[in-house]
């Protein structure tokens, strides 16, 4: 009864006291996952000099990890800044943050089960993004794309004059809402956004939206743009087997982003 009444009061404190905004005490293995994470999606031709990758806060689900604005395949554990969900950061010292975290701030703040988001410009993606063919999955591993992919069109919320960047928190929550609940939104003439529920889930999305990008392309090519893609009972299918399998492209991914750096 003692403890109890303890831990009630520890709890409160913890809740109301200074320490409320004190970064610091995001678990290490989050932070290590966010930092191969940044790696792998390097390595993988996703992400290059530019996009970025990001985790929602193990202890405060109203705040996120972002590595501070720099190119990911160089970002270690302590460039790893807290940031709130108004995308502000609670521990910059000095350290110059990305211009687009209003994507990673205003997704947390409307999709709560989302654990991980990418933002890349993964350059066979883009051409979906600018004509009038969907995206959709031509292979099993992308059959995450199976309910939609919506594409953001940054003239409606910011007018026909932007320089393209998600750049302030009303752009970020227009973003957001176009993503509704999908896993992948594109975004006109810039790159694509993706989510999941673990960090590994996002990396896992973000390399086979690439990769079905990629083959997507080839097939309406080859097709003249008559193609046979998963219908949605296919695509809801196969992406829930593959849940069950992200670990161990995960490792492999690793190990090559490791080896690459060795
Ligand atoms: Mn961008």
Known sequence: ????????IFGIVAATGAGLRTPG??????????????????????????????????KHPDRFLLARSMAPALVTAADIM???????????????????RFIHGEIYRTRPEVQAVVHSHSPAVIPFGVVEVALRPVFHLAGFLGAGVPVFEIREAGGP????????????????????????????????????????????????????????????????????FLNPDEAAAAAATNRAQIGRPWELWKEQALAGRR
């Open 1 to 8: 009864m003692l403890r109890h009444l303890l831990s009630e």
């Open 25 to 58: 005490s995001a678990d290490s293995a989050l932070i290590d996952d966010l930092v191969a994470a940044n790696w792998i999606l390097a390595q993988q031709g996703v992400i290059d000099g530019f996009g970025h990758v990001s985790a929602r806060h193990d």
């Open 82 to 100: 807290e940031f709130g969900l108004d995308s502000e950061a609670l521990d910059a010292r000095g350290r110059t943050p990305y211009l687009e």
């Open 161 to 228: 004059a932007t320089d393209m960047l998600v750049r302030d928190p009303a752009l970020g929550a227009a973003l957001a809402r176009t993503l509704g609940d999908a896993p992948v939104a594109l975004m006109r003439g810039h790159g694509n956004v993706v989510v999941g529920g673990s960090i590994r889930e996002a990396v896992f999305r973000a390399i086979y939206t690439e990769v079905n990008a990629r083959l997507a392309s080839e097939a309406l090519r080859l097709g003249g743009g008559r193609v046979v």
